[in-house]
């Protein structure tokens, strides 16, 4: 008897032990000052890591700005608080985060990193009214959920795919083009979307090929291309896969331009393509740091605190003062009260103007073209409307 | 004419490095009737090692087919070693357990290995460096390059050293006999044990090589690179007849040509519902079916189960 | 007889608090990961009675899981536009995922413990790229805004007011899961004590001579497979309402060997050996966050992945696990007695239930 009562005890134990991981609730002290808590989520494990530091940095950096410019909300002194959390790139423990910032009663949310997990976790914010403001999920699906709290200040796959497509047309002047994509749903929606856009501005799309965003061996499908003699081939995916597979589009001799999207647009696809990247094409939502309204500043002042800025950092820097901004306006920090002053606002960031359509998309959103020359990324031209 | 030519060229050069690795899978079953599933694991380790050494070198600007024999010299006793550790740890203690348990713990060793490989070298893709200059030559309207014949030329040495081991050596003779009937071979003075680690040691090795040839021809090394291609290895060796030597290299070659004939061709052929993204499921498929219609392979013996 | 009836009175009493505790204790997300939990015991326990009743390893079981939940995803969302009721599509689930399972199971009956697992390894990974690639079921997008479970009008989704206290939904979805995994132990109770409980433990041990004794081994195995893919179906449904949000990433081969580890490592064909090990592995992933964050604080970055790390040690335990005591941290005892034959048996030992 006393047997079955052992992995009770351990079990009780165990849970005992873990409840020291437990993060305490906010206190609201009654003295004319409150803690306003700002949730961030971003891969802090795994192969996204260095991304996810990057976007929590600026995250920071928004927030130390806003401490020291000590204001008052709602008739308090304000001291604003980051709670960061480690999604890992993984859509279930993204809903966990999302239910745990929930709990917390967290004021808003900056994040997620990926469209993976930003999607998931923005049907708990929306059913818990918190907004959110991801700097860096691209995938237009986030934003036509029908969901009130669901905010991007950086440019969709929509805008990204449509810019690219009449880019190579107009300004690359393709006429034939071949497309592959790497079957996730960052990489099929964007190339979709860029078949459409080329589609449309008079470009024959000769294949549409599909692969997997775990294989390093495209000869099959490269060979089949090569037949087809394209004078453009995209692909939609990480550079993870574009860099060997850019190795390989040279290898077999096929002579197209390689055009791909802001999965490709690192130092790693010039590590892993080497010398064979030469003349490729990419493009970044956005603009380059150095076009930005306030970028040089950013830049330095990041560069200071943290070193280089990977990617989104300035963008979780205005996602965050654009929340507080919006709590300013409507005097409050509770969600319920700055949540539709947060859709009208009218705020100069660091990367752009930031104003939101219906759907929670930023207005006027701009990408910059690449180029790969002489082992670097050069900006060509940004394109799209501006606002 | 040209394309086909291509896709067969690929699919070879892609065969003969399944044919490699499967040769491993199918050296071990044959002697004590277990799937290694740490195999694929190994390769990558081999892949990782070498890896490794080459960055090392290639940083101080060095260049060219030493640097990557170098690394293939450093990789071949790091999965030597793997490869008797594995069967010294996790398989013998269970030569005489039922079916399930060494299955399960060759699952456990698979896993453990990746997650190992994550942890020392991370989980991004890692850059094969550039130390070759891989000139190409035309075949018709093909292209075959450099790394390509150096792999069909080593894989074949490799082979052929094998076959010659396993058919023309003492130590191939003792091999053959503890494959047919341990106990047997044991009474005739054959210490089982010893050639049961051997058979590891030389599966590792070759396993090894493979490693650092496939981390060089696509460039990439991760610590999932071993799975997939470790499952398509023994689909290979199935498709050969697991346990014949001739079989793995035929099967290897053949799956090869298979795989980017497929992937070429499916999306044409079914017009477009099918497209290449398909051709792991074909693989799979494959095997699937060499199992359930012909498990004896192509170049095994027909047989009943021994009990 | 007395000592019994409390035991059980006092696990009920745990497993009806456990929610409120928690809640105190850790804070709601631990709530919901128990939910999670609850689900996973579920599908070890289908798993239990593929690889701990029959003796049949499967790796690739999680594609029973994703049957269940593309099924009540594609016909409770707006995905479609079908919006089926749970009464429908739970055993809706449980048949199709059965039929599966015997689908599955036909071209492997003639096969051996090693092929076994490869064919079955293949087919869990098949199944994962037709969801992934196949148009109707959404691809890599996965299908979301899945309806909440409702029965009746009471929707597990939203929160409701019971005699004048909170009940909020994962407090509701905590006890419908419970409910669920009792039957479902209830059911794999009945079973292993039946005939064919006892023709699979026959099986089990030995296939030719269970055959020579009459046993239609063909029909027994094809009844695991289902009996097990139907649980596992079950649990997928409840997954897909609760989430509300499915992708073809939640079906890895990587989930089929959790669920492995969870049956072996808990105790292969001892329920409560297969619960704990469930309840265990799926809740450790979150006991691990504070490693990650230390080493964040400590050193700036996490030099060990946790979740690697977490990875790791489960792979080493499954090996140890093995070598030194095959029937699991908490087994029945006959399966202890049948895996360590030459141990001398204690003079008190009685024969208790599995």
């Known amino acids: 008897m006393p047997r079955q009562l052992i992995p009770i005890v351990l079990s009780l134990i165990t849970l005992g032990l873990v409840s020291c991981g437990k993060t305490s609730a906010p206190n609201s002290a009654a003295t004319g000052e409150m803690t306003v808590l700002i949730g961030a989520s971003n891969p802090m494990t795994g192969p996204q890591a260095h991304l996810g530091k990057d976007n929590e940095n600026g995250t920071r950096l928004a927030i130390e700005d806003a401490n020291a410019l000590g204001m008052t909300i709602g008739g308090k002194k304000v001291k604003f608080e980051l709670v960061s959390e480690d999604d890992a790139a993984d859509p279930k423990t993204g809903t966990i985060v999302a239910q745990k910032f929930v709990d917390q009663k967290v004021s808003g949310v900056i994040g997620h990193l990926n469209s993976g997990t930003t999607i998931p976790a923005s049907r708990i914010y929306s059913e818990a009214g918190i907004p959110q403001i991801s700097p860096s999920a691209t995938n237009p699906k986030y934003t036509h959920q029908g969901f009130k709290t669901a905010f991007r200040v950086i440019p969709n796959d929509t805008q990204q795919g449509g810019e690219l497509g009449r880019y190579v047309a107009s300004k690359i002047g393709a006429k034939t083009a071949a497309v592959m994509d790497d079957t996730t749903q960052y990489g099929q929606g964007l190339a979709n979307q860029f078949e459409e856009a080329a589609k449309a501005a008079g470009v024959m799309i000769l294949t549409h090929e599909h692969t997997d965003d775990k294989a390093t061996d495209f000869q099959a499908i490269l060979t089949n291309i090569k037949a087809k003699k394209p004078d453009i081939i995209f692909y939609g995916g990480m550079d993870a896969q574009s860099g060997p597979m850019m190795k390989q589009i040279r290898s077999l001799g096929i002579p197209a331009k390689f055009i791909t999207g802001d999965g490709g647009c690192s130092t790693e696809f010039l590590s892993l393509a080497g010398t064979s990247g030469e003349g490729a094409y990419c493009s970044l939502p956005g603009m380059p740091i150095e076009k930005m309204p306030k970028g040089e500043d950013f830049k330095k002042r990041f560069n200071a605190k943290y070193g280089e800025i990977q990617d989104y950092a300035p963008y979780c820097y205005d996602a965050v003062m654009v929340m507080i901004d919006a709590m300013k306006r409507a005097d409050s920090a509770l969600p319920a009260k700055y949540l539709p002053e947060l859709a009208k606002s009218n705020f100069d960031g660091v990367t752009a103007h930031i104003s939101f359509d219906d759907n929670g998309d930023l207005k006027g959103g701009v990408i910059t073209v690449y180029q790969l020359r002489s082992g670097k990324w050069v900006a060509l031209e940004t394109l799209g409307a501006k606002p | ?307 | 007889m007395n000592k019994r009836i409390l035991i059980w009175l006092l696990c009920l009493a745990v497993v009806l608090a456990l929610p409120f505790g928690t809640d105190a204790l850790l804070g709601r997300s631990w709530v919901r990961l128990l939910d999670f939990a609850l689900l996973y015991a579920m599908l070890a326990l289908g798993l239990n009675i593929v690889v701990g009743y029959a003796g049949l390893l499967d790796l690739g079981y999680v594609a029973f899981y994703a049957v269940g939940a593309y099924l009540y995803a594609m016909l409770a969302s707006p995905h479609i536009g079908m919006h089926w009721p749970l009464w429908a599509l739970l055993p809706m689930g449980a048949l199709l995922a059965a039929s599966f399972g015997a689908v599955l199971g036909a071209p492997t009956l003639g096969l051996r413990g090693d092929y076994l697992a490869i064919v079955t390894m293949g087919f869990g990974e098949i199944i994962r790229l037709f969801l992934r690639n196949l148009n109707i079921t959404n691809g890599p997008a996965g299908i979301d805004l899945i309806d909440p479970i409702q029965i009746g009008g009471f929707s597990f989704g939203s929160s409701h007011s019971l005699l004048g206290w909170d009940l909020p939904s994962i407090y509701s979805y905590y006890f419908l899961f419970v409910v669920l995994t009792a039957l479902i132990v209830l059911v794999s109770y009945r079973l292993s004590d039946s005939r064919i409980g006892r023709a699979w433990a026959a099986i089990r041990e030995d296939e030719i001579a269970a055959k020579s004794m009459g046993l239609n081994t063909r029909y027994l195995k094809l009844m695991a497979f289902a009996m097990g893919a139907a649980f596992g179906g079950i649990s997928g449904v409840l997954f897909a309402g609760f989430q509300g949000f499915i992708s073809p990433e939640s079906f890895t081969m990587g989930e089929s060997v959790m669920i492995l580890c969870m049956v072996v490592l808990g105790g292969m064909g001892h329920l409560s050996g297969v619960i704990m090990g469930a309840i265990l592995l799926a809740i450790l992933p979150e006991a691990f966050r504070p490693l990650s964050q230390f080493q964040q604080i400590t050193f700036g970055h996490v030099w060990l992945d946790p979740a690697n790390l977490r990875m790791l040690m489960f792979a080493l335990a499954l090996i140890m696990v093995m070598i030194l005591r095959p029937e699991g941290l908490w087994p029945s005892p006959v399966r202890r007695r049948e895996l360590h034959p030459n141990d001398a048996m204690p003079a008190s030992a009685q024969k208790e239930g599995p």
């Open chain 2, 1 to 307: 004419m040209d394309i086909f030519l291509q896709q067969v060229i690929n699919g070879l050069v892609q065969g003969s490095l399944y044919a490699l690795v499967a040769l491993g899978y199918t050296m071990v079953y044959g002697i004590i009737e277990l799937v290694n599933f740490a195999h694929g694991e190994v390769v990558m380790v081999g892949a990782m090692v070498g890896l490794s050494v080459i960055e090392r070198l290639a940083a101080r600007g060095d260049t060219g087919w030493g640097v990557i024999a170098i690394g293939v010299l450093v990789a071949i006793p790091s999965c030597m070693a793997l490869g008797l550790g594995i069967e010294r740890v996790a398989y013998r203690p269970l030569r005489k357990a039922p079916r399930l348990a060494p299955l399960i713990s060759a699952i456990g060793v698979s896993i453990a290995l990746q997650q190992l490989a994550a942890l020392i070298w991370g989980r991004n893709y890692l850059h094969y460096p550039d130390v070759l200059s891989n000139p190409q030559f035309h075949i018709g309207g093909a292209v075959i390059t450099q790394v390509q014949l150096v792999i069909l030329a080593t894989t074949g040495i490799l082979m052929l050293l094998t076959w010659l081991i396993v058919q023309k050596t003492a130590l191939g003779r003792a091999m053959r006999a503890s494959a047919q009937n341990p106990s047997v071979a044991g009474l005739m003075g054959v210490n089982v044990d010893r050639i049961i680690a051997l058979t590891f040691l030389m599966g590792s090795g070759l396993a090894a090589v493979a490693g650092v040839l496939v981390g060089t021809y696509y460039g990439v090394g991760n610590h999932t690179m071993g799975f997939m291609l470790g499952l398509k290895a023994f689909t290979a060796a199935v498709l050969g007849g697991i346990g014949s030597l001739n079989g793995a290299m035929l099967g290897g070659l053949l799956l090869g040509v298979i795989e980017n004939l497929g992937a070429g061709y499916l999306g044409s052929v079914t017009n477009g519902t099918i497209g290449s993204n398909y051709s792991d499921v074909l693989a799979f498929i494959m095997l699937i079916a060499v199992l359930v219609f012909r498990p004896s392979g192509l170049m095994g013996e027909r047989g009943s189960e021994k009990v």
